[in-house]
C-alpha cells in the first residue's frame, strides 16, 4: 500500500557520428557504451534501457532511422497490450564550444547550417517541417527542464538548461522527435555535451547514467 513510486519508464537513447570539425564525437562512444555500462551500474527499479542508436550527423541520414526506431517503439507498445508504461526519447550531440552539459529546452523549425552535414546539405533558413509553417514555430519539451538540470546540479554536475539548440542537425533530429512525440504520446528531450577534452569520459557517462535515473524518477 501507499506509494508505488513512478510509473515504469522505457528511454530510448542517440547519439552522432563524427562531423566537420569534430573527428571524434563523443556521444557516438556514450551511447555505444551506454548498455554495458548500465548493466554493471545497475538501473533504477522501473527504467528500461531501450534502443541506442548512432545517427548519421546529416539531416536526411539521420531522419530515416530515426523515424525508424521512433516507429518500432510505437509498435513494441502496440503489440504489449499490457504496457502502461511511459516512453522517453533522449537525444545526446555535442557542443564543440561549450564547457558544461547543457538540457536543451526547445527546437525551432528552422535549418541553417553553418558547414555542410555530412551529407553535403548546407540549407539556409529552411523550414525543418513545411506544414509548419514559419521558421519560427517552435515546439518545447513537456518534460520538466529546469527541475531536471536542478536535481543534476545537485548531483554535481556543471549543467545548465538551454533554449537554443542551435540550428544544426542536432536542432533538426529534436523538432522532428518533439513533433512526433506530440502526436504519438511520447516525451522527448535533447541534451548537448562537451568535448571529452572538457570533460572526461568517466564524467561524462556517469552523467548521462545519472540523467537516466533523474527521468526515471519523474512521476
Not at 535533447?190 to 524518477?217: C, G, K, N, R, Y
Request: net charge neutral; charged share 20%; glycine share 8%.
Amino acid at each position: 500500500m501507499g506509494s508505488e513510486g513512478p510509473t515504469p519508464v522505457t528511454i530510448h537513447v542517440t547519439g552522432f557520428k563524427k562531423f566537420h570539425g569534430v573527428s571524434e564525437n563523443p556521444t557516438e562512444t556514450i551511447v555505444r557504451n551506454l548498455k554495458q555500462y548500465m548493466e554493471k551500474r545497475g538501473s533504477p527499479k522501473g527504467l528500461v534501457l531501450g534502443s541506442c542508436t548512432i545517427l548519421e550527423t546529416a539531416a536526411q541520414g539521420a531522419l530515416a532511422p530515426l523515424n525508424q526506431t521512433l516507429q518500432s517503439a510505437i509498435c513494441k507498445k502496440d503489440a504489449d497490450l499490457s504496457s502502461s508504461g511511459r516512453i522517453i526519447w533522449l537525444h545526446l550531440g555535442v557542443n564543440s564550444g561549450a564547457s558544461r552539459f547543457a538540457i536543451e529546452h526547445q527546437a525551432v523549425n528552422e535549418a541553417t547550417f553553418r558547414c555542410p552535414d555530412e551529407m553535403g546539405w548546407k540549407p539556409q533558413k529552411a523550414p525543418i517541417v513545411a506544414e509548419d509553417g514559419w521558421i519560427s514555430r517552435i515546439r518545447e519539451s513537456s518534460l520538466p527542464v529546469q527541475e531536471i538540470t536542478a536535481t543534476l546540479v545537485k548531483k554535481g554536475y556543471e549543467v545548465m538548461t538551454s533554449n537554443d539548440a542551435g540550428r544544426f542537425v542536432c536542432n533538426y533530429v529534436y523538432y522532428h522527435s518533439l513533433r512526433f512525440g506530440e502526436q504519438n504520446g511520447m516525451k522527448s528531450l535533447f541534451v548537448h555535451v562537451p568535448l571529452f577534452s572538457m570533460i572526461d569520459e568517466v564524467t561524462q557517462m556517469q552523467f548521462v547514467a545519472s540523467l537516466l535515473e533523474v527521468l526515471a524518477s519523474l512521476p
